[in-house]
C-alpha cells in the first residue's frame, strides 16, 4: 500500500511561487507514475500535471503549461510541482495521486490507486 504526503501549500499573492512536495513510502517510488490534480470550492478535481517516469514524459493541463513544472527525486521519493506565476484562479487544494502504471488517459482521476489528503493553495489578486 503506497501513502502519500503532501506539504508546501500556502497564501500567496498573484504572481509568486510555490513548490509542492509529495513523499511516497510503502511502495518502489520508481516504479510509480504520478499526478497532481486540484479541486477548487464548488469545482471538480481536475488534473494538473503528470510525470509518466517509467518512460520519461511529462504532461500539463493548458491552464498550468508554461507556469507549473512537475519533477521526481527517487533518491528522495518526492515529487514535486514547481508552480510559478500564480493566478487567483489557481487557489484550490492541490492532491498528489500514484499509480504503477498510467496510459494515455493520464489525466483521468480513476487511473490513480492512491492519493494524498491534500495540501492548500490560496492566491489572492
Known amino acids: 500500500q503506497v501513502q502519500l504526503v503532501e506539504s508546501g501549500g500556502g497564501s500567496v499573492q498573484a504572481g509568486g511561487s510555490l513548490r509542492l512536495s509529495c513523499v511516497a513510502s510503502?511502495?518502489?517510488?520508481?516504479?510509480?507514475?504520478f499526478a497532481w490534480f486540484r479541486q477548487a470550492p464548488g469545482k471538480e478535481r481536475e488534473f494538473v500535471a503528470a510525470?509518466?517516469?517509467?518512460?520519461?514524459?511529462?504532461y500539463y493541463s493548458d491552464s498550468v503549461k508554461d507556469r507549473f513544472i512537475i519533477a521526481r527525486d527517487n533518491a528522495k521519493n518526492t515529487i514535486y510541482l514547481q508552480m510559478n506565476g500564480l493566478k487567483p484562479e489557481d487557489t484550490a487544494n492541490y492532491y498528489c495521486?500514484?499509480?504503477?502504471?498510467?496510459?494515455?488517459?493520464?489525466?483521468?482521476?480513476?487511473?490513480?490507486?492512491?492519493w494524498g489528503q491534500g495540501t492548500q493553495v490560496t492566491v489572492s489578486s
Open positions: 495521486a500514484a499509480d504503477p502504471w498510467i496510459g494515455s488517459w493520464f489525466a483521468e482521476r480513476i487511473e490513480y490507486d492512491y
Open positions: 510503502g511502495g518502489t517510488f520508481s516504479g510509480l507514475d
Open positions: 510525470d509518466r517516469g517509467k518512460i520519461g514524459d511529462t
